[in-house]
């Protein structure tokens, strides 16, 4: 009954560094989105996928890189991580377009 | 395209109080409308949604009401209480008939609940 889980909980880099998120759901849902959260600017959307293989931007998806090959997994790369990218990042899923987010934990991350 | 405004926080108040955090939207035909709650520390959770005009929904005391009228869906609870401290962001998703499905969130709402 893990539902969505995040991994790291907590990172730690420094700039110009690669830095992979990893997403993993257990339920099988269609959609899945990566979003981050800063003071001030609330949920901002970075990329989202309407199945394996398929994905799309965001409101903000400049230096950040997805993948989809499988329907559970939804990993977010940092190519070059950058001061700007500090913030916590929240991982969602939902079966359907349109229908109810289920979020995981959050991954903290701060870069250096 | 779909936006959200909420109200600005941190809404402070005292246990027992009534509380109303306002929510109104701008789409086009019929989105569905959620509340979403983020205590500290966590990701957020699904508080209470609506999925077409005049439907109420409900959990946990709060309650609101989507509005197509007036392009609302505010929040409210009779009685807060101090574990109801968190942050609550209104959210829809666009509708079948042409709109977008990806999510629009506004930037949340503080609530602080005093002893």
């Known amino acids: 009954d893990a539902g969505i889980t995040q991994s790291p909980r907590y990172k730690i880099t420094e700039t110009g560094r690669q830095v992979t998120l990893m997403c993993h759901q257990t339920?099988?849902?269609?959609?899945m989105f990566w979003y981050r959260q800063d003071l001030g600017h609330g949920l901002r959307l970075i990329y989202y996928s309407a199945a394996a293989d398929i994905t799309d931007k965001g409101e903000v998806p400049d230096g950040y890189v997805v993948s989809r090959s499988k329907t559970e997994n939804f990993p977010l790369t940092l190519e070059s991580a950058t001061r700007s990218q500090t913030s916590v990042y929240f991982c969602?899923?939902?079966?359907?377009?349109?229908?109810?987010?289920?979020f995981g934990p959050g991954t903290r991350l701060l870069v250096l | 395209g779909n936006s959200v405004t909420q109200m600005e926080g941190p809404v402070t108040l005292s246990e027992e109080a009534f509380l109303t955090i306002n929510c109104t939207y701008t789409?086009?035909?019929?989105?569905?409308l959620f509340w979403y709650v983020q205590y500290p520390g966590e990701g957020l959770q699904l508080l209470l949604k609506?999925?077409?005009?005049?439907d109420k929904g409900s959990n946990k005391g709060f309650e609101a009401t989507y509005r197509k009228e007036t392009t609302s869906f505010h929040l409210e609870k009779g009685s807060v209480q101090v574990s109801d401290s968190a942050v609550y962001f209104c959210a829809l998703s666009g509708p079948p008939s042409g709109g977008s499905y990806i999510p629009t969130f506004g930037r949340g709402t503080s609530l602080i609940v005093h002893p």
């Open positions: 339920w099988s849902h269609s959609y």
């Open positions: 969602a899923s939902s079966q359907l377009a349109g229908e109810t987010q289920y």
């Open positions: 609506a999925t077409k005009a005049d």
């Open positions: 789409a086009t035909g019929y989105p569905s």
